[in-house]
């Protein structure tokens, strides 16, 4: 059913929530992970012409590299491929998606509601409703993470 899932990371400890669902879907179909980092170049127009445009470009692909190397990590022995890309996020992503040719998106939402998400926007909001191919939006907010765990003793009596 899916050969290709592309898997967006910010490089966040949340995220991996979103990159574990999509490696155990991965390795359910014998699939390969797409990871991508975007780099958001349109959030760094404003500074100031002294400012080096290199050293920060090149710091933030360090760190997107840092990002999809995580996931290879995550991932084990389910194949990756990892690609650090500049544009805007959800667009490159949407783009990605169809040129990649990818089946599936599995990527986190912060749950935002309301003004959070008025004033900060939603990358996988606006992926959902451009998307080519089906979209799995993970929960990644540390708040519900631990709400879904169970207490310590429960797991520990549970193994």
Known sequence: MYDTIL??????????????YAVDLARAH?????????????SYGGLPMETAWD??????????EAAVGRVEELAGDVPVETDVLEGSPSRVIVQTASSDRCDLVVMGTHGRGG??????????????RSS?????????????REQDEP????RA???
């Not at 898997?7 to 574990?20: I, K, L, N, W």
């Not at 470009?57 to 360090?62: F, I, M, P, V, Y």
């Not at 003004?115 to 959902?128: A, K, N, P, Q, Y």
């Open 30 to 42: 014998d699939a390969t992970i797409k990871a991508v980092y975007v780099v958001d170049v349109a």
């Open 151 to 154: 207490p310590v003793n429960a």
């Open 157 to 159: 009596s549970a193994e």
């Open 132 to 144: 080519p191919v089906p979209v799995l939006t993970v929960r990644v907010d540390e708040r519900e």
């Open 55 to 64: 050293g920060i470009s090149d710091t933030l692909r360090e760190e997107g």
């Open 7 to 20: 898997v967006p990371t910010d490089g966040s400890t949340e995220v991996e929530r979103a990159v574990e």
């Open 115 to 128: 003004i959070d998400r008025l004033l900060l926007g939603s990358v996988t909001e606006r992926v959902v």
